[in-house]
Structures are given as structure tokens and as C-alpha cells.
């Protein structure tokens, strides 16, 4: 497994990490790049079908109308090969724990960002939600994730910094579970919490999801962060699917077998140092 350790806001050197070293990055960091993630013939491939979706040119920059095209759940044989690589499941395994997650079988939720004037309407800083109550319009989160394990950042082009890569607000993981843990069970919208997600994560220094085709980026569902203006020359093409939970996140576990993902809420509670 390859991954890349930061050593800068966005300055990463190249490394082979033990697992105890992976998992202390991020559970510090909030996040883990994982460099080759899936082969890069798997990721033209994927490319490929999705600027089919787009209907646009890949040559003829005249026909990207929007500054972002949203493309939806793709389950076609090369999605399913990029989502279960031998290196992403031993990540998986690390970081949400063995048996407690689910396979995908597909990719959804590809934000397609092109070059344009336009500004696009959704590069504020945020964390996803991952389940809709009856009658709300913007999907929830809760103490526990629920619905979700982690956040994945799949890159199918390559992104450097003049392609709009998503920034990162580094260890912003750690200052979300305490604005969440009033919120119980019900969780919270989004919308309504992000004020507090962008006033508390201020103070953290910046990275950004760049890298190449193949190179996936495995997240906190905490980890707050953001889109930006697409000013560059090429599109970027990523999925940001989640890892969905094969059970809910437990925070009070009377083994203390505790995920990474669950141990670094409890730090960010300060229940765990």
C-alpha cells in the first residue's frame, strides 16, 4: 500500500507506512491518501464512462457548459473494480475495523469539475451527511456516523493544485464531535451546523486531494472541507462516495476494541488521549 505523508499544508513525500503508522496519520490528520489505490487502466476506463454521462467533449473544451456536472450511482465493471482493490479493503479493515463494513459494488456522487468563469454554488466548507429524517430537506449526521463509515475521495483524472482539488481543514476531525454530541441520536442537518464546523476548524492549516488517476483519498465522516473555483486547464474527475458501516459506530465498547474512526471521536471528546 502506498500512501503519501504530508509534510506541508499540501507538500506530501512518498512513503510506505506500517499499519500502526497509517492509523496514527489518521487519526491525526483526519485523512490517509492511498497512493495506486486501484490500477490506472481502471481509471481510464471509468473516465471514459463518465464523460459519456457528461455528453461533453473531452476535446473541445466549448462544450463544458457548467462549471460542475453531477453524475450519479455508476455500477458498471470498472467502478466495482476501483471500489475493491486488495489495498483499499486492508485500509478499510485498518481504519473502520474487520467485518465492520460493507462492500461497494458501485461508486455514486461524482462532482465533475471543469474549467469556467461561473462560480460554482457549493465550494463552502462542510462534512457530509448521510441520512435524511422524515420531512427534512438536507441530509443529517450524528455523534456516531450514522450511515457512514468514511468518506472516499476517488481520483480518475490527475489533479494538481490548478485543477480545483478539494481542501482539506487538517485534523478538523477532532473539533466537529463536540458541536455534534448535544445533537444525540437525531443528529443534526448540515446546513444548519456548518457555521459552527467552519468557526471551530479556523485555526486548522490546509491540504489539498491532489494526486493521480488511481490514487484514493480515505477520509473521517467528520473531516471538514470544501470545493473550489475550477480556474485551471482540466477537469478533474472524482467520485466522493462513502464506506457504508456494517453496524453502527459504538463510542462505549466494554472490550475497547474501538476502530480508528471511532477513536478518533472519542479523542476529539477527549474520552481517549
Not at 117 to 133: K, T, V
Not at 148 to 169: K, N
Request: aromatic residues 10%.
Amino acid at each position: 500500500m502506498r500512501t503519501a505523508r504530508r509534510t506541508g499544508h499540501d507538500d506530501p513525500v512518498d512513503g510506505d507506512p506500517t499499519d500502526d503508522e497509517l492509523v496514527e496519520r489518521f487519526l491525526t490528520d483526519g485523512f490517509v491518501k492511498i497512493e495506486g489505490a486501484f490500477p490506472p487502466r481502471v481509471a481510464e476506463d471509468c473516465a471514459r464512462l463518465l464523460w459519456r454521462e457528461t455528453g461533453y467533449d473531452p476535446e473541445d473544451p466549448g462544450t463544458w457548459r457548467d462549471p460542475v456536472v453531477w453524475v450519479g450511482d455508476m455500477a458498471q465493471g470498472p467502478f466495482a473494480a476501483a471500489a475493491n482493490s486488495p489495498a483499499l479493503h486492508r485500509a478499510f479493515d485498518l481504519l473502520v475495523g474487520e467485518g465492520r463494513w460493507v462492500p461497494r459494488y458501485s461508486l455514486g456522487s461524482f462532482p465533475l469539475r471543469f474549467p469556467h468563469p461561473e462560480e460554482p454554488d457549493d465550494a463552502g466548507w462542510h462534512i457530509e451527511g448521510s441520512y435524511l429524517p422524515e420531512g427534512a430537506s438536507w441530509y443529517f449526521t450524528n455523534l456516531r456516523s450514522r450511515d457512514r463509515a468514511l468518506l472516499m475521495l476517488f481520483l480518475f483524472s490527475e489533479v494538481t493544485q490548478e485543477d480545483a482539488p478539494t481542501r482539506i481543514r487538517i485534523g478538523s476531525h477532532l473539533d466537529v464531535p463536540p458541536l455534534l454530541e448535544p445533537y444525540g441520536e437525531d443528529g443534526v442537518s448540515g446546513l444548519k451546523i456548518a457555521p459552527r464546523l467552519v468557526e471551530a476548524s479556523a485555526h486548522r492549516p490546509l491540504a489539498y486531494a491532489t494526486g493521480r488517476p488511481g490514487d484514493v483519498f480515505l477520509c473521517h465522516p467528520f473531516l471538514v472541507h470544501a470545493a473550489q473555483p475550477h480556474h485551471g486547464s482540466r477537469p478533474r474527475l472524482m467520485a466522493q462516495p462513502p464506506l457504508m458501516p456494517a453496524a453502527p459506530y459504538e463510542l462505549e465498547r466494554p472490550d475497547g476494541d474501538y476502530s480508528a474512526v471511532e477513536t478518533a471521536i472519542r479523542r476529539g471528546l477527549a474520552r481517549e488521549g
